[in-house]
C-alpha cells in the first residue's frame, strides 16, 4: 500500500523531490492532476511505501 506524503507545486518540484528520495533509497511515486492537459505547471502528490514512511518523514526533518 501507498500513503500520501505530501503535495507540491509543480511536476518540476515533484521530480526534485523524487531524484532527492531515490537517492536516499525511498521508492516514491508521483501522480498528476486527473486533467490530462494540465502540464507541468500543476500541483503533484507524492506517495511513498507505507514501510516508508517513517524513512521519508526522518529526511525531510533532517533538511
Same mark, same amino acid.
Given at each position: 500500500?501507498?500513503?500520501?506524503?505530501?503535495?507540491?507545486?509543480?511536476?518540476?518540484?515533484?521530480?526534485?523531490?523524487?531524484?532527492? $528520495?531515490?537517492? &536516499?533509497?525511498?521508492?516514491?511515486?508521483?501522480?498528476?492532476?486527473?486533467? +490530462? %492537459?494540465?502540464?507541468?505547471? $500543476?500541483?503533484? &502528490?507524492?506517495?511513498?511505501?507505507?514501510?516508508?514512511?517513517?524513512?521519508? +518523514? %526522518?529526511?525531510?526533518?533532517?533538511?
Amino acid at each position: 500500500m501507498w500513503t500520501k506524503f505530501m503535495e507540491v507545486k509543480s511536476g518540476y518540484t515533484a521530480q526534485i523531490w523524487l531524484e532527492f $528520495f531515490q537517492a &536516499e533509497g525511498v521508492a516514491i511515486r508521483i501522480i498528476p492532476p486527473l486533467d +490530462a %492537459e494540465a502540464g507541468m505547471r $500543476f500541483a503533484r &502528490e507524492l506517495w511513498v511505501p507505507n514501510s516508508k514512511t517513517h524513512v521519508a +518523514a %526522518e529526511l525531510m526533518r533532517k533538511i
